[in-house]
């Protein structure tokens, strides 16, 4: 009954900005971490960036860092990427996900989630 709902991708220009959202529905549940992967045509789904609930603390994938930031509101179980200075590689459907229990491994792997969203297309052109 849990569902991801993601919104906010578009068709941006490269060094743009764009902010995608991914809120919570259904029946509570535990959070542990959020995520957000990204999936491009023919490429398999890549992580992104994670967020633990609890504490805050964050991790990005290397091509993301300095450029998007992940962050929650804990009393909404909302999750944002601000994405800025946006590049055509960026341009993928992103995902977003979300882990009930800890992860024994890393939270960069899909196994460390449980519930996805339907994902968003962001596109960025030249």
């Known amino acids: 009954q849990v569902q991801l709902v993601e ?3 578009s068709v941006v220009q490269a060094g743009g900005s764009l902010r995608l959202s991914c809120a919570a529905s259904g029946r509570p549940f535990s959070t542990y971490a959020m995520g957000w992967f990204r999936q491009a045509p023919g490429k398999e789904r890549e992580f992104v960036a994670t967020i633990l609930w609890s504490s805050g603390s964050t991790d990005y994938t ?9 962050s929650r509101d804990n009393f909404k179980y909302t999750v ?12 993928a459907v992103y995902f977003c996900a979300a882990g009930a229990r800890r992860h024994t491994g890393s939270y960069y792997s899909t196994a460390a989630y449980d519930y996805w969203g339907q994902g ?5 052109s030249s």
């Open 7 to 9: 919104s906010g991708g």
């Open 62 to 70: 290397d091509s993301v860092k300095g450029r998007f930031t992940i």
């Open 80 to 91: 944002y990427l601000q994405m800025n200075s946006l590049k055509p590689e960026d341009t």
């Open 120 to 124: 968003t297309q962001v596109t960025v």
